[in-house]
């Protein structure tokens, strides 16, 4: 028998009597986390201006490259090089790409040129071009010689601006003091809420900022801004058709062909592959022809989560703010993420003129990337 009596639905949808079931949950769909900054930690040390600087040095080249090919490629002894200040007299020389060894029997700056014995050591000489790389293996000084003049480099300062990082939160009277649905502060939610925001946004601001062409320390109408790692890496700029990059696609070749150039062009040790989406997928995909599976199976694997070769174990980080086209090649070791002392992400009350309360999160923070030539990034790569 059909029941007759009052039931829930008897007054619609909008039942006075029946009271709302909410939950006590709020979900929030938007991304917020911050990998590269979790990966790298929090630094030990802050920043105490807000142009914040840090020394580099440099060992000096043990290579250099002609600058001209010899008119008798296989036979001249004076030799035009891009820097003849690199080398020195005993210098023993060995072009890259030949059995032919050298040894350096004068200098001449001026001229940029060096004087060299061909065929050194019993070695057979060898035809010698335009950009061809002249590798120093090492001075041989005479028994009892003199003490050559010194050399030296000189130390260079690299610097990054501070950037100031702002929200403000502000709630009535009224609802700070009724109840909430999921909420027990409205203003302590709010501060939640923008404070991930804001850490979103350093990520963001650390792969791809950059600093103002003019007044970069800022003023009263200019804002500073840092500049972050895409800014940073210049010497180790791959793409297509430069550095021996033929294609835009990443595979394994490319990336090791860029970890190979890092490695021997400075003493970075790659540790973290910094990619987006699309590249990241590019990386799964390295796997695919040697991945096997049993018939009992059930599960399908398609993630990279570390690459190891010959340059070393990578750690792959994906961040959603790494642009499609690239990949960025890091030595975690010479980057930090600093606040300028004091200036840490924190809260402070405003001054109010109402029935309301308001505050402001600030945070003012700079990246340290120390020797650019140990990180590198590959551009121009197909999604």
Request: aromatic share 6%; hydrophobic share 40%; with cysteine.
């Amino acid at each position: 028998m059909a029941f007759t009596g009052k039931a829930t639905y008897s007054g619609g949808a909008t039942l006075p009597e029946l009271a709302e079931d909410v939950a006590d949950l709020i979900g929030i769909i938007s991304p917020f986390e911050t990998p590269l900054l979790n990966h790298l930690g929090d630094s030990l040390r802050a920043a105490h201006s807000t142009v914040h600087e840090w020394l580099e040095d440099s060992l000096l080249p043990n290579t250099d490259a002609m600058a001209a090919t010899p008119q008798d490629p296989d036979g001249d002894t004076t030799l035009t090089v891009d820097n003849a200040e690199r080398f020195r007299t005993g210098d023993q020389v060995a072009p890259v790409g030949s059995g032919e060894r050298m040894i350096v029997t004068a200098v001449n700056t001026e001229a940029g040129t060096i004087t060299v014995t061909r065929g050194y050591g019993d070695t057979a000489p060898e035809a010698l071009a335009d950009n061809q790389v002249l590798r120093i293996l090492g001075n041989a000084a005479l028994e009892g010689g003199e003490a050559d003049d010194p050399r030296f480099t000189v130390r260079t300062r690299i610097l990054n601006y501070t950037q100031i990082f702002t929200q403000t939160v502000s709630a009535s009277g009224s609802e700070l003091a009724v109840k909430q649905i999921a909420v027990a502060d409205e203003l302590d939610y709010q501060k939640q809420e923008r404070l991930r925001e804001m850490l979103r946004d350093l990520e963001n601001t650390v792969i791809n900022g950059v600093a103002p062409a003019a007044n970069a320390t800022g003023g009263d109408s200019v804002r500073r801004t840092m500049r972050g790692l895409l800014g940073f890496i210049t010497t180790n700029a791959f793409a297509k058709g430069v550095g021996g990059f033929p294609n835009t696609d990443l595979t394994e070749v490319v990336l090791n062909t860029a970890l190979k150039q890092i490695w021997e062009r400075s003493a970075g040790r790659i540790d973290t592959i910094l990619v987006g989406g699309a590249q990241k997928r590019k990386i799964n995909a390295f796997l695919a022809e040697a991945r096997r599976f049993t018939t009992d199976a059930t599960t399908y694997r398609d993630l990279v989560s570390a690459y190891e070769s010959d340059f070393g174990l990578c750690r792959i980080v994906l961040s959603r703010f790494v642009p499609a086209d690239k990949v960025v090649l890091l030595d975690s070791s010479r980057l930090a993420v600093l606040p300028l002392a004091g200036r840490s992400f924190h809260y402070r009350p405003l001054a109010v003129s109402g029935d309301y309360e308001r505050g402001q999160i600030v945070g003012e923070y700079t990246l340290e990337c120390r020797n650019e030539a140990a990180h590198g990034v590959i551009s121009g790569l197909g999604a």
